[in-house]
């Protein structure tokens, strides 16, 4: 019989191995991990291998162990969303992206997650070449930042606004303004 222990050992020495960056090696711990989960005790293995496929830039595998993960624990997944969001847009799904990012947003009660998402939202369209519906994000994001006097996050939102007007526009004078005041 297989010692319950030995997930979290597995799990464990995937860790180590993902901190010194040999992500292959820790893929293989985290997914003997897996296989000794019962009882949908954890889903931590599940998130790692995902954490760690994603790092690699196997946003494929990644989603595979996030969504296993979100069938696990439904109700307890922002993290997994916000992961999910970030391949999927990675991978060009930018419609499910998107979806994953509303879900997101049901879950949480920070407002500053939510925020972020605001903005990474932004950063979806504009990769959808739907600019108009990326630059209302980035306004929403930097207005809802001023507001709060968060002068670290205003100047995130700012600089994505003037990468908008210089980039996408090609009105670099509008973009100054925004890299001015960022």
């Known amino acids: 019989e297989d010692d319950p222990e ?54 494929e595998k990644a989603m595979e162990y996030y969504q296993k993960r979100l069938d696990m624990f439904p109700n307890s997944s922002e993290y997994v969303l916000r992961k999910m969001a970030e391949c999927a847009h990675r991978l060009g799904h930018f419609e499910e992206s998107i979806k994953y990012y509303d879900s997101f947003s049901d879950f949480v009660e920070d407002e500053d997650d939510i925020e972020d998402d605001t903005l990474n939202k932004g950063d979806v369209y504009l990769d959808m070449g739907k600019e108009e519906e990326a630059l209302s994000y980035y306004q929403k994001y930097a207005s809802k930042s001023l507001l709060k006097k968060k002068n670290k996050v205003t100047i995130k939102g700012l600089r994505r606004m003037a990468n908008y007007y210089g980039y996408h526009k090609n009105d670099w004078n509008k973009a100054r303004t925004f890299a001015k005041k960022a």
Request: charged share 20%.
């Open 6 to 59: 030995d997930l979290y050992a597995y799990n464990n020495m995937g860790f180590a191995y993902e901190q010194s960056w040999d992500l292959e090696k820790a893929c293989e711990y985290y997914l003997k991990s897996m296989e000794l989960v019962k009882n949908k005790e954890t889903g931590l293995p599940f998130i790692n291998a995902g954490d760690s496929y994603m790092a690699l830039g196997n946003y």
